[in-house]
């Protein structure tokens, strides 16, 4: 009697001769991975269109199982390629194709390099530990380790790494969102792809019983979703005035202002808010090209700002030279003078400055030397005190970096202030992106976000996500806001960059295991 074999999805993962094969022919995989990155980045702003993120990573996973090491680094490649291509796109705004596409290289080599580890994990988890419980709740937890792994080395390596495009950080509008005051961002993309690889192992076990497995990601999903938000606690609130000046900020937009326009657009934009009895008045990053500390004739006019103010100090980002050293700074100005500064600690590589600069000009000189200087990273503290409320700092990028949020509430941050130029990205989707990011560090460390642009788009955001106002991009404006403040501490925070280690350390561990234990079961058999 013929058998005739049950239709599922995909090949068995429990039959040992298919659990190795792949899902699809490599034409078709090739063919899935140049549309995988147009749905991810469907899934964050400006689309937004947030369940398509989960989508693309399941047409990652789909193309890379069962792959050999070659294909998959193709696969992974070209997947991540297709990504960045579009998610960062707004590079060549100004600089042209050079930068946009030397960028989206460099990131898709780490997406191809985390394909490689995720088709091993495929291939040697089963052979080692094959059965059901293990192939639907196991292997799943380390594909997301492992895509989690990826995230990480990217987000820190070389020259301080970029962490834009993380999976989390399409999240910020989904009901996902509040999980990053448990897990951080890192935790979040982890529970994702968890999510996507239990539905993608669900699909490949044999038939019978589809329907019946199914209700395994469902359960999971609910679950992920029945955690609680994190309960902010406001213990008061501090009157801030965030000034959008609307300048011709940008470092390309230089040749076209005249000296002055950009402090006298900020003074201007600032004059609402002399009668609103504010505590403090926020401008964003390089919204003075004087540095007050040097140049008296701007420090008067602060001083005047601040005093028709009622006394309010100023918050401002500038160019400040020490040492013969360069650093994009934000100052405290108060009482004539500058009563405390930070740094930025990570300047963007090849944007403010160009590391290995002898190295890499001769590959395009002309666009190095459009960068006549070099900022120095920072070295002190994220934080000001405000006539007695902690203001954590960061400047522009520095929004993206776990590491310097997590130690600006860590030094007792009752509110982040998030200065910001996005002039020279035009109205393209990193200002959208960015201020999606910001909206999930607010969650993160339960902390209200003042997150202020030199055009937009400034908003800002409670601890809780909720957006309380905003300024349209490219108008001058001021948000004047009673900002709650906060001094619990999130899992998040607490934990900070333990749950990210212990998450991949787990995964690669696992991995190392799997194909050593598999290795020696090879040999005896």
């Known amino acids: 009697m013929t058998r005739t074999p049950s239709r599922q999805p995909f090949p068995s993962a429990a039959d040992p001769r298919d659990r190795d094969a792949p899902i699809v022919p490599l034409w078709a995989a090739v063919l899935l991975a140049l549309g995988a990155g147009p749905v991810l980045d469907a899934g964050f702003p400006d689309l937004g269109a947030w369940p398509l993120t989960f989508v693309g990573i399941g047409i990652v996973l789909v193309a890379v199982v069962g792959r050999r090491a070659g294909t998959s680094f193709l696969v992974g490649f070209i997947a991540g390629l297709s990504f960045y291509l579009v998610h960062v796109s707004w590079t060549a705004l100004y600089l042209g194709p050079v930068p946009w596409v030397a960028l989206s290289v460099l990131e898709s080599l780490f997406f191809g390099a985390g394909a490689v580890l995720i088709t091993l994990a495929y291939r040697w988890f089963p052979r080692v530990w094959s059965g059901t419980i293990a192939r639907l709740a196991v292997l799943p937890v380390l594909i997301g380790a492992l895509w989690t792994a990826r995230e990480m080395v990217a987000s820190t390596w070389p020259y301080g790494g970029f962490a834009w495009g993380r999976v989390a950080l399409s999240q910020s509008e989904s009901p996902f969102a509040p999980l990053v005051a448990w897990v951080g961002i890192s935790g979040l993309s982890f529970v994702m792809v968890v999510v996507v690889a239990v539905t993608v ?76 009895g504010v505590d403090m008045i926020v401008w964003p990053e390089g919204a003075s090209e ?137 109205q393209t989707d990193e200002n959208q992106q960015q201020l999606a990011i910001t909206r999930l560090r607010a969650i993160e460390t339960s902390r209200s976000v003042v997150s202020i642009s030199t055009v937009g788009l400034s908003a800002v955001i409670g601890p809780d996500g909720r957006t309380i106002a905003t300024v349209p991009a490219y108008e001058p404006g001021a948000m004047v806001e009673d900002v709650p403040l906060s001094r619990d501490l999130t899992p998040a925070v607490v934990l900070g960059g333990q749950t990210e280690g212990l998450i991949v350390g787990w995964g690669i561990g696992t991995l190392l295991l799997a194909g050593l234990f598999g290795a020696r079961r090879g040999r005896r058999g």
């Open 201 to 276: 192992q669900v699909l490949r076990e044999p038939a019978p019983g589809l329907v019946r497995r199914m209700a395994v990601p469902v359960v999971l999903v609910v679950a992920v979703l029945a955690v609680p938000a994190w309960p902010t606690s406001v213990f008061g609130t501090s009157r801030i005035a965030a000034v959008q000046g609307n300048t011709k900020a940008g470092y390309f937009d230089a040749a076209e202002r005249k000296p002055g326009d950009l402090i006298s657009g900020q003074l201007d934009a600032s004059l609402p808010v002399l009668d609103e």
């Open 290 to 426: 004087y540095d007050p500390a040097t140049v008296p004739s701007a420090g008067r006019a602060l001083d005047a700002l601040s005093q028709l103010a009622g006394g309010a100090p100023v918050i401002l980002g500038t160019n400040q030279e020490r040492e013969d050293k360069v650093y994009n700074t934000s100052l405290l100005w108060q009482d004539g003078r500058a009563t405390d500064w930070y740094d930025k600690k990570h300047p963007v590589p090849f944007g403010e400055y160009v590391p290995d600069r002898e190295f890499w000009e001769p590959f395009a000189p002309d666009l190095i030397g459009l960068i006549a200087r070099d900022y120095t990273p920072g070295t002190r503290d994220g934080i000001f005190n405000v006539n007695g409320v902690i203001a954590g700092i960061s400047i522009c990028f520095d929004i993206v970096d776990d590491a310097v949020i997590r130690d600006s509430v860590d030094r007792g941050a009752q509110v982040l202030l998030a200065q910001t130029n996005n002039a020279d990205f035009g």
